[in-house]
């Protein structure tokens, strides 16, 4: 059973390395373009600042794109740091989010 299990995690992780955008993709697909995950709307701008809203809450500040595709935000109000790390999904796109530990959809408009 625990074979099992762990051939399992180790698929998904193949998988999503397979997946995982690199930095100039993550550049030309998610910079300077609003995007959601289906709650609020975040905007990473060209130079160096993003935004993010919902109908609870919002959030600005700067972030960073790392050489291997992560992009981190430090919020403006709190100093908190949050990495999101993209990857094609089908069709579309998903990110990791570190603070949270779980993946969410990144819907393009």
């Not at 740091?81 to 959809?105: A, L, M, V």
Request: with cysteine.
């Amino acid at each position: 059973m625990l074979v099992a299990l762990a051939l399992t995690a180790c698929q998904t992780t193949a998988a999503d390395n397979a997946n995982r955008l690199t930095a100039d993709q993550v550049r030309s697909t998610f910079i300077d373009r609003e995007w959601s995950q289906g709650e609020g709307t975040f905007m990473f701008a060209k130079d160096g600042s993003y935004r993010y809203a919902d109908n609870r809450m919002s959030a600005n500040g700067t972030y960073q794109i790392g050489d291997d595709g992560v992009l981190c935000t430090s919020n403006a109000g709190s100093g908190l740091r949050t990495c999101y790390t993209f990857y094609r999904d089908g069709d579309g796109y998903r990110y990791w989010h570190d603070r949270s530990g779980r993946y969410w959809p990144a819907y393009l408009r």
